[in-house]
Structure formats: C-alpha cells, structure tokens
C-alpha cells in the first residue's frame, strides 16, 4: 500500500507518450533516457512484447546497416524473453535497449526502401531487361532471354558490373550507405566496386 502508484494508461494517451519517449531515447542514443522509460512502462503493466516490437522496429528503421548486429540481438532478446518470462527475461530486454541506445545509427535502409517504393509506383510497367530475365525454355532463349548475363562468381572478386534496374531507371541510386559503423565499409566496397 505505500507503493506510489505508477502514472500509466497501457491504452491511453501516456501509452502511446512513453513509447515514443522510449523510441526517441533509443535513437537519441541515450541509454539512461531508453531505461527508464522502458521500466516506467513496465511497471505500468505493460506487456514487454510492445516494447520488443517498437524496439525490433527501431533497429531496423534508426540503427540499420550502420550496426547489422541490431536487429539480430533484438530479436534474440526477444526471444530469450519468451523463453524465461518476467523478471528474469527483464534482462535481455535492458541488455537490448542499452545495445540499441548505444549502436552507431543510420536510417539509410529506411530512406533506400521509400526511394524504391516510389520508383515502384512511378514506373510499374517497366520490363525485365533482357539479359536478366529467366529463360528456361528453348522459345525464351530464342527470344534473348538471359542472353549476354554474366555470371557473378566467374568473376574472381565474384562481382561482374552490369545493369540490373530498367533503362528508365538506369544510375538510379536507391542506398547510399552513411559514414556511422558497418555502413563505412559498404561505401568503400560499393565505390571500389564502381572503380
């Protein structure tokens, strides 16, 4: 009864303010901030499985290619919560969010999967070209299908440049990896690839 009674609605306004507060934190890199709000809400009541989701969500969406290994642990953490259950599985839920709060962050994944989106809407007739298309038949490869692919792994470096997107699309750069974590050395392998 001397317990202070948390300030939580698990289906009102505060729900929705603490989870955002939670997001925020994470992706501010504020581990101190992602922590309390993540207990605030489980002391409330809530289900763990919200935050989970929110935070599987944030690795994807704010830490991305910059630290691969985000989203894996969060998913793992996720787990291992399902396997022990409350209080223990409390633990991989804050290892999780320290790791989140702490990882290098990049939404380039995010912006790359809009771009895409939009040239998809843009341009949703545009044909296969030729040489990459299928051709399991002896009509298809008569009619050019697969003609002039070059296979990637005859290629010592396993990489053989050739054009994969529509003419009208052709250059057209979806992801552009930042310069935050794993992303750097994306860069450098996409710019050694186009050298």
């Known amino acids: 009864l001397g317990r202070r009674v948390p300030a939580y609605d698990k289906s009102g306004e505060e729900h929705y303010n603490m989870l955002s507060a939670y997001h925020k934190a994470l992706r501010g890199s504020d581990p101190q901030g992602a922590l ?12 763990p499985m919200t935050l ?26 996720r787990d291992a919560y399902h396997m022990l259950g409350a209080p223990e599985g409390y633990l991989p839920l804050a290892e999780m969010t320290i790791y989140l709060a ?9 912006v790359a999967l809009s771009a895409a989106l939009e040239a998809a809407r843009r341009t949703p007739a545009e044909p296969v070209p030729l040489h990459i298309r299928n051709a399991p038949t002896s009509l298809m490869k008569d009619l050019g299908y697969g003609s002039g692919y070059r296979y990637a792994h005859d290629s010592p470096t396993a990489y053989t440049p050739q054009d994969y997107l529509p003419p009208s699309l052709a250059g057209q750069a979806f992801y552009v ?15 050694w690839w186009e050298k």
């Open 36 to 47: 309390y709000w993540m207990a605030r809400m489980l002391e409330g009541g809530e289900d």
């Open 52 to 77: 989970f989701r929110r935070a599987i969500a944030m690795a994807a969406e704010d830490v991305g290619l910059a630290d691969p290994e985000a989203l894996k642990l969060a998913v793992a953490a």
């Open 102 to 110: 702490t990882a290098p962050k990049s939404n380039r994944t995010m």
């Open 177 to 191: 990896p930042g310069e935050m974590g794993f992303e750097k050395r994306i860069r450098e392998r996409l710019e």
